[in-house]
């Protein structure tokens, strides 16, 4: 620890830290702009200027850049300092040389980082007069809006884009006093992280094109904290609502999760919530003719639910309180979970290793720090993206130390250890079985066959002294490719092993299993990623029920009556030939979901469930974190939580199980209490009788304004507000004002802090927890001490077989994901559907790029586009999967040509 004074005034403080995070961490209002705590330090602004002393003798000092300072012990600064002020007042006059006078019209306003700088710093006269240098504005795709005459030139963007992200398709572009930050000609930004240059971006330069297509004035809008719904990491998002419909996501900080950024699929893929494919009235078959009542609804239902004739399927994408309710409602021994038998296999897998093993699985920043990484089947820009921005950072991660050590720069020297570093990454190996968007930072890759891949990670496991069998018959490559991935990770202090769902493989789940127990017993502080498909995969799983093809049979064999089917589209699951015989057979099908689907189509009585933006609930991520997303909104007419509309058929047809369940506190207690790996979910955040000083906590910010002609074109005299009793929140901008409990912060905003930059203000430390720790708590630990259960399987080499191809899976950001495909910004960056071949394979079924290739799988025909690519291995396919027009599920599977 050091002790440095500030005007006066000494703090103890951590060394190594630069001046400028030192003096925001203290509660010192000190401006910046091209810093970021994610980015480090360039000193490209001068805008964070302060005094230095050499001692308390030194009464005229010099002038510094707080950001480019390191913490040392006895530094005396001043931040008051007159000169000081002036000088930032003066760089304030510089940079805003040439910005527009368009604050009432920019999509920043009212939220905007120089706007608070500018205030902070007490410019507020321009001396220049003349031209504005301006810019032509560039077309960047459908999420972000470019207006290139707002740039003060912080280079947060480039820097976010380029060195954190590894985006190669924009840059800074410079002539004499003309610096242009965009792409080399005008077209879609290819990152899968483009969107967070919105935030990232201190002015309005970059700016959400969905927002700015809905509303602008951000604080015109009602906020809730949430989760993403788009994979299974579990990033924390804040919902943005105006006149009944969202309008925005945008990230909410959470230490141990996402950190300050989204993926583009979870901030722009809301707008299914607003989609004009909404379920939004109550309907029964041969009823279709007038709008149905609730009650009446329920009131059909009664005598339609006999016990033991029916049958509850649940859904990955469904809260765990949604699936609770169902489960208890048809009873433990009728309830199915909603997932396709390959999906159900993994997720099982999953749970049987994050349980039984000895290796933590570790948070997305804690997998930032790891020092060598292994990825086994799984392409993570498409299927975890989060988690991939987290692998570019821990292959920094020795180069960055070697760096260090070399110069003596600290890490916050952002350009200086990057410019040390060069295009050094640490071991990094990818086994996938096509390239991947992470190959080019990889020390190796390798693309075969699931179980190729395998193999070759059971070889790493033996290598690193699993006791398993060595692998026969391995190539030379492999062998070789085994032996550098064994000494790497041996080599390493943190190793990190991720495989998942990504191959539709069980294997390489395994010996990514092993590979991490064998690393731990050699004394590595190793740790195992597995990813999962949905929101709730890993809830939905560790509820635990039947399989769905037991549904099916029982319906089939006329055991069953109706089927109450819980936010899901049994099409997503089954192959569609057993769909259909399924609801063929069913009597009753009562559907509780937001969008028409397939599904929906064959369901006799409609449920209209509220999506994430109208419902509370818990969802639990990958690594086991149960965490709490609550409504923004409230369900517009009939529409309501899908555990709410059970609550109501248990109490329609007198359930003793959900007698006394009558609010969101009562389900999460009595699903708290229903096994012990859910023990203290009911805590995840405050109960609904919480307050602080009297009072809620207010989803509005205070300068929320237009409630009162809001509906006008309705009815003239303000509605009153509606009620939530259920949680702590309300539908006001009334209530408590100062900070809630991190999980229930519905927006950060501080006096004089208007933008997202705010977020230091409720921080332990800049870029640590939040004041009164991380939300969510994690279910899962590893066993302590506990002997590795390790697997002994190894699968065959893969051979082609004559006649036919292996259909393996392939993901896609923009269009595998079920509800995001239903934005129109997401729909526009989703690619046709096509199947994928050897260019060998291709000649030898007479077929070239975009022809016609016709399979048979499971006895059913199916027609595809064809694309080729040589690295993907001979005799397989590749299958996008959840694209619209792909219907083969339960990937792998052989397709007869």
């Known amino acids: 620890m050091a002790i440095i004074h500030i005007d006066g005034k000494s703090y103890e403080v951590k060394e190594g830290k630069n001046l400028l995070e030192t003096c925001l961490s203290l509660g010192l209002d000190l401006p910046y702009f091209c810093w970021h705590p994610a980015l480090g330090s360039v000193g490209a602004c001068r805008q964070c200027a302060v ?71 007490g410019h507020s006269y321009r001396n220049y007069h003349f031209s504005k240098r301006t810019y032509k504005n560039q077309y960047l795709g459908p999420f972000l809006n470019h207006e290139m005459n707002r740039c003060i030139q912080c280079y947060r963007c480039v820097r976010f884009y380029k060195d954190f992200a590894g985006g190669k398709d924009l840059d800074v572009f410079a002539a004499h006093n003309h610096v242009y930050f965009g792409r080399y000609k005008e077209g879609t930004l290819e990152s899968e992280f483009s969107g967070n240059l919105a935030e990232v971006c201190p002015t309005g330069v970059f700016t959400d094109k969905t927002l700015k297509q809905h509303y602008t004035r951000k604080w015109d809008m009602t906020y809730a904290p949430s989760i993403c719904q788009g994979c299974g990491l579990g990033c924390n998002i804040i919902a943005g609502e105006r006149y009944g419909s969202l309008r925005q996501i945008s990230s909410r900080y959470n230490g141990a999760v996402n950190g300050y950024f989204l993926c583009d699929r979870g901030r722009y893929g809301y707008e299914f919530v607003n989609s004009e494919r909404r379920i939004r009235e109550v309907a029964i078959r041969g009823l279709m003719d007038h709008a149905i009542d609730p009650g009446a609804a329920l009131q059909y239902l009664q005598d339609k639910l006999p016990p033991g004739r029916t049958i509850g399927i649940g859904s990955p994408r469904a809260s765990l309180e949604s699936n609770f309710v169902l489960q208890q409602l048809v009873g433990e021994d009728n309830f199915y979970l909603g997932m396709s038998d390959a999906e159900h296999d993994l997720a099982t897998l999953a749970l049987k290793i994050l349980k039984n093993g000895p ?84 020390t190796r890759t390798y693309h075969t066959a699931p179980d190729n891949i395998t193999r070759i990670g059971f070889a790493v496991s033996q290598l690193l002294g699993a006791p398993v069998a060595a692998v026969k018959d391995l190539s030379e490559e492999e062998q070789q490719l085994a032996q550098a991935i064994a000494d790497a990770l041996l080599a390493a202090e943190r190793p990190l092993i991720i ?199 207010p989803r509005e910010p205070h300068r929320y304004s237009g409630r009162t002609a809001m509906l006008a074109n309705v009815n003239v005299s303000e509605p009153k507000p509606p009620e939530d009793a259920d949680t702590a929140l309300s539908f006001t901008m009334e209530g408590y004002r100062g ?102 394979d291709a000649q030898r079924y007479q077929v070239v790029e975009s022809h016609q290739l016709q399979l048979s799988v499971n006895g059913h025909p199916y027609t595809f586009t064809v694309k080729t690519d040589a690295r993907l291995h001979k005799g397989m396919a590749g299958i996008p999967v959840g694209l619209p027009g792909i219907d083969v599920v339960g990937v792998p599977v052989l397709a007869k040509l």
Request: aromatic share 8%.
């Open 499 to 697: 495989a998942g769902y990504g191959c539709g493989c069980e294997g390489t789940m395994r010996e990514a299993a092993n590979i991490s127990w064998a690393l731990q017993q050699k004394g590595k502080a190793a740790m195992l990623v597995l990813t999962t498909p949905e929101c709730n995969s890993l809830g939905l799983e560790m509820l635990g029920s039947h399989r769905l093809e037991t549904a099916v049979n029982a319906v089939l064999d006329g055991d069953i009556d109706t089927v109450i089917i819980l936010e899901n589209d049994l099409y997503r699951r089954l192959d569609r030939h057993i769909a259909d015989q399924f609801f063929q057979h069913c009597k009753e099908v009562v559907l509780l979901d937001h969008l028409y689907n397939a599904t929906a189509e064959k369901a006799t009585v409609l449920l209209p469930a509220g999506t994430f933006a109208e419902s509370d609930g818990t969802l639990v991520n990958n690594e086991g974190r149960a965490q709490r997303f609550f409504q923004v909104f409230a369900g517009s007419g009939v529409v309501q939580e899908s555990w709410r509309w059970l609550l109501q058929l248990g109490a329609a047809t007198n359930n003793a199980r959900l007698k006394n369940l009558v609010y969101l506190d009562d389900v999460t207690q009595a699903l708290a209490r229903s096994a012990a790996i859910f023990a203290g979910i009911d805590h995840l955040t405050p109960p609904a009788d919480f307050r602080i000083a009297g009072q809620k906590i």
């Open 739 to 840: 900070e809630p409990p991190s999980s229930m912060i519905p927006f950060f905003w501080w006096p004089g802090w208007n933008s997202v930059q705010s977020i230091n203000k409720f921080q332990t430390e800049v870029g640590c927890s939040l004041h009164d720790g991380d939300s969510g708590k994690r279910l899962i630990e590893p066993k302590a001490n506990g002997q590795a259960p390790y697997f002994s399987y190894s699968p065959d080499n893969f051979v082609p077989l004559a006649g036919h191809l292996m259909l393996v899976p392939l993901y896609h950001i923009f269009g595998s994901e079920e509800l995001s495909v239903h934005t129109p910004a997401v729909a526009e960056r989703m690619p046709a559907p096509y199947i994928l071949l050897n260019p060998e």
């Open 359 to 442: 290796v933590r699985t570790p948070s997305m920043q804690e997998a930032a720090t790891a020092d060598a990484v292994l990825i086994l089947g799984e392409d993570l820009l498409n299927t975890a993206p989060m988690m991939a921005l987290s692998v570019r950072q821990a292959v920094r991660k020795q180069p960055l130390q070697d760096a260090m050590n070399t110069t003596h720069v600290p890490a916050w020297q952002d350009a200086a250890v990057r410019e040390a570093m060069q295009d050094k990454h640490g071991p990094f190996y990818i086994l996938h079985i096509q390239p991947t968007g992470l190959d080019e930072i990889a």
């Open 51 to 121: 005094k230095s002393f050499k001692d308390e003798k030194d009464t005229k000092g010099k002038l510094i850049m707080s950001c480019m300072e390191p913490v040392k012990d006895q530094l005396r600064i001043s931040v008051s300092d007159k000169e000081a002020a002036a000088f930032r007042e003066q760089v304030i006059g510089w940079l805003m040389t040439n910005h527009p006078h368009d604050c009432a019209v920019c999509d920043e306003g009212g939220s905007c980082h120089l706007q608070d700088m500018t205030v902070m710093t």
